[in-house]
């Protein structure tokens, strides 16, 4: 110990781990700040910020660092520096694929998945402790969101029911406050926990790598740069993950806002303190989710839930692909092809991303026709906001087919653009909405 | 199954989340009537002192149990 026996693969994990924080943080934005800013709590600027801020101070609040990574899910000694890497980097890319199409999905599991597949490649199946892969990812990863939708429904139920009669304007401006704290205190876990995490993985990178000595505790400069990723990750703002979250699931109105982020809150400080693994990306959703079932009236797009339901059992085993491949290329050619590779196939997807950007002055857009005219109106009714309701009158080219008024001429419609050769999008632009932006 | 979910944990975690995160929400929501639902005002707009300290002390308990669960995620107790 006391001397770096590869000191290049060594910042490269260190580096690798740092990106994966970023990811880290930008793709759970959503978990804390969607039900806000969806319901208009907070400007989405404001909220990243404030999102932001917390995960700093949360980073900061507990360093109780344990240098284990997948502990009970892989055989501990078989975690090697380019296994971390093959992880990483497995996790790193998973969550920006998940990024791109605007599905939450759980980093932890993704990071889990990469290790799983990179120590499959090292090691081959005895490396892995397949019973505590199932007790505790795959099987939370099931029943989280059902905790989570049940708590959350029940509380929109009962708030809803408590509100009754009192003037909307009173319940939006007070509710307001509520979800700022209760998305705060989300922000804040999700900071200690998460960045915690990186900071496990670096320290034990550190630890293998032979920089540090084994008992060492956490140096400063990684619980300086940790937090900071993260805190950069989550200011970034992964707005299409939050947009699916806020506005693609269901139309959320302040009261279940709050329902929502209380059950988030929560269930992931009781869930840990319990010692139940539960993912807050998963808690999320399902909070969400709940409070759709739980107000009457409001609709739920289950077909969006059940495509993030797939993503979620999907996570594992993709992620621990490339994390395998990863590993692979490791062994043949070094940690520069790997870290290079992962560099291409990130900018790739930033760059894909760009055709459809999605940032916080679109994030709150009404979500994708499918509703058609009366989807229009509803959002508008929900923002109280009479503008929205003005059909968008772009990319039309027929004069006849401006405003579609029922369902069934909308459907036609469709038909006949698609009979005469015109892209699908412009057929469901015609059919209201206010801004195509969304995920396929 | 059993070997694998923990249903002690599992039943601690649904039964105290349906007490604080449906029951606070629901507090909130009752200190929000008491300050602004039907009646809160009488034909002056004035509200009553007791609906009043209704309101302030739904608001204290939902404040406690958000300035308990900082100290919690601070003691890294979770």
Same mark, same amino acid.
């Given at each position: 110990?006391?001397?770096?026996?590869?000191?290049?693969?060594?910042?490269?994990?260190?580096?690798?781990?740092?990106?994966?924080?970023?990811?880290?943080?930008?793709?759970?934005? @959503?978990?804390?700040?969607?039900?806000?800013?969806?319901?208009?709590?907070?400007?989405?600027?404001?909220?990243?910020?404030?999102?932001?801020?917390?995960?700093?101070?949360?980073?900061?609040?507990?360093?109780?660092?344990?240098?284990?990574?997948?502990?009970?899910?892989?055989?501990?000694?078989?975690?090697?520096?380019?296994?971390?890497?093959?992880?990483?980097?497995?996790?790193?890319?998973?969550?920006?694929?998940?990024?791109?199409?605007?599905?939450?999905?759980?980093?932890?599991?993704?990071?889990?998945?990469?290790?799983?597949?990179?120590?499959?490649?090292?090691?081959?199946?005895?490396?892995?402790?397949?019973?505590?892969? #199932?007790?505790?990812?795959?099987?939370?990863?099931?029943? @989280?969101?059902?905790?989570?939708?049940?708590?959350?429904?029940?509380?929109?139920?009962?708030?809803?029911?408590?509100?009754?009669?009192?003037?909307?304007?009173?319940?939006?401006?007070?509710?307001?406050?509520?979800?700022?704290?209760?998305?705060?205190?989300? !922000?804040?876990?999700?900071?200690?926990?998460?960045?915690?995490?990186?900071? $496990?993985?670096?320290?034990?990178?550190?630890?293998? $790598?032979?920089?540090?000595?084994?008992?060492?505790?956490?140096?400063?400069?990684?619980?300086?740069?940790?937090? &900071?990723?993260?805190?950069?990750?989550?200011?970034? @703002?992964?707005?299409?993950?939050?947009?699916?979250? @806020?506005?693609?699931?269901?139309?959320?109105?302040?009261?279940?806002? &709050?329902?929502?982020?209380? %059950?988030?809150?929560?269930?992931?400080? &009781? %869930?840990?303190?319990?010692?139940?693994?539960?993912?807050?990306?998963?808690?999320?959703?399902? %909070?969400?989710?709940?409070?759709?079932?739980?107000?009457?009236?409001?609709?739920?797009?289950?077909?969006?839930?059940?495509?993030?339901?797939?993503?979620?059992?999907?996570?594992?085993?993709?992620?621990?692909?490339?994390?395998?491949?990863?590993?692979?290329?490791?062994?043949?050619?070094?940690?520069?092809?790997?870290?290079?590779?992962?560099?291409?196939?990130?900018?790739?997807?930033?760059?894909?991303? +760009? +055709?459809?950007?999605?940032?916080?002055?679109?994030?709150?857009?009404?979500?994708?026709?499918?509703?058609?005219?009366?989807?229009?109106?509803?959002?508008? &009714?929900?923002?109280?906001?009479? !503008?929205?309701?003005?059909?968008?009158?772009?990319?039309?080219?027929?004069?006849?087919?401006?405003?579609?008024?029922?369902?069934?001429?909308?459907?036609?419609?469709?038909?006949?653009?698609?009979?005469?050769?015109?892209?699908?999008?412009?057929?469901?632009?015609?059919?209201?909405?206010?801004? %195509?932006?969304?995920?396929? | 199954?059993?070997?694998?979910?923990?249903?002690?944990?599992?039943?601690?975690?649904?039964?105290?989340?349906?007490?604080?995160?449906?029951?606070?929400?629901?507090?909130?929501?009752?200190?929000?009537?008491?300050?602004?639902?039907? $009646?809160?005002?009488?034909?002056? $707009?004035?509200?009553?002192?007791?609906?009043?300290?209704?309101?302030?002390?739904?608001?204290?308990?939902? #404040?406690?149990?958000?300035?308990?669960?900082?100290?919690? #995620?601070?003691?890294?107790?979770?």
């Amino acid at each position: 110990m006391g001397v770096v026996t590869d000191p290049v693969l060594l910042v490269i994990v260190v580096a690798t781990a740092l990106a994966f924080d970023f990811t880290n943080g930008f793709h759970d934005t @959503g978990n804390a700040m969607a039900a806000s800013i969806a319901t208009r709590a907070m400007t989405p600027k404001k909220a990243v910020l404030l999102s932001a801020t917390l995960n700093m101070v949360g980073a900061f609040l507990s360093l109780a660092v344990a240098a284990t990574i997948a502990k009970g899910i892989v055989d501990s000694g078989v975690v090697t520096l380019p296994v971390l890497l093959g992880g990483l980097v497995g996790g790193i890319v998973w969550n920006l694929v998940t990024w791109l199409f605007g599905l939450p999905s759980s980093s932890s599991h993704a990071l889990v998945g990469g290790v799983v597949g990179a120590v499959l490649a090292a090691a081959g199946a005895s490396g892995v402790l397949w019973a505590g892969l #199932i007790a505790k990812v795959l099987l939370p990863a099931l029943i @989280g969101p059902l905790v989570a939708m049940f708590v959350s429904s029940m509380g929109t139920r009962l708030v809803v029911r408590s509100t009754k009669g009192v003037p909307q304007r009173s319940i939006d401006r007070n509710f307001r406050w509520g979800q700022i704290g209760s998305a705060s205190l989300v !922000s804040l876990a999700h900071g200690t926990n998460d960045a915690q995490k990186s900071m $496990g993985i670096i320290l034990l990178a550190l630890i293998a $790598g032979g920089a540090v000595p084994e008992d060492s505790t956490v140096p400063l400069w990684v619980i300086f740069s940790c937090a &900071l990723a993260m805190a950069l990750g989550t200011y970034t @703002g992964g707005w299409r993950v939050i947009r699916t979250l @806020g506005k693609g699931l269901v139309e959320l109105e302040s009261r279940q806002g &709050l329902s929502a982020d209380a %059950s988030t809150a929560t269930v992931i400080l &009781l %869930s840990s303190h319990f010692g139940f693994p539960l993912s807050t990306t998963h808690v999320a959703t399902g %909070s969400v989710l709940g409070s759709g079932v739980g107000k009457k009236g409001a609709s739920v797009r289950w077909h969006i839930a059940g495509r993030m339901f797939v993503a979620w059992l999907v996570t594992v085993p993709a992620a621990g692909l490339v994390g395998a491949a990863c590993y692979g290329l490791n062994q043949i050619s070094g940690p520069y092809v790997v870290f290079g590779l992962l560099l291409v196939v990130a900018g790739g997807i930033v760059a894909w991303s +760009r +055709r459809k950007p999605v940032n916080h002055k679109n994030v709150n857009d009404a979500w994708k026709a499918g509703g058609g005219a009366e989807s229009a109106i509803a959002e508008s &009714l929900i923002d109280h906001d009479p !503008s929205l309701m003005v059909l968008p009158k772009k990319k039309k080219k027929r004069k006849k087919e401006k405003k579609p008024k029922h369902k069934k001429q909308k459907k036609n419609r469709k038909k006949h653009a698609k009979h005469s050769g015109d892209d699908v999008d412009r057929a469901e632009a015609t059919a209201g909405e206010v801004n %195509s932006v969304g995920i396929r | 199954m059993s070997e694998y979910v923990e249903w002690g944990s599992l039943l601690e975690v649904l039964v105290f989340g349906l007490l604080i995160g449906a029951g606070l929400p629901t507090l909130f929501a009752l200190g929000v009537r008491a300050l602004a639902g039907p $009646g809160s005002r009488d034909d002056d $707009g004035h509200r009553s002192p007791v609906r009043v300290a209704v309101a302030m002390a739904c608001f204290a308990v939902v #404040i406690g149990a958000i300035v308990t669960a900082i100290v919690i #995620i601070g003691r890294g107790g979770h």
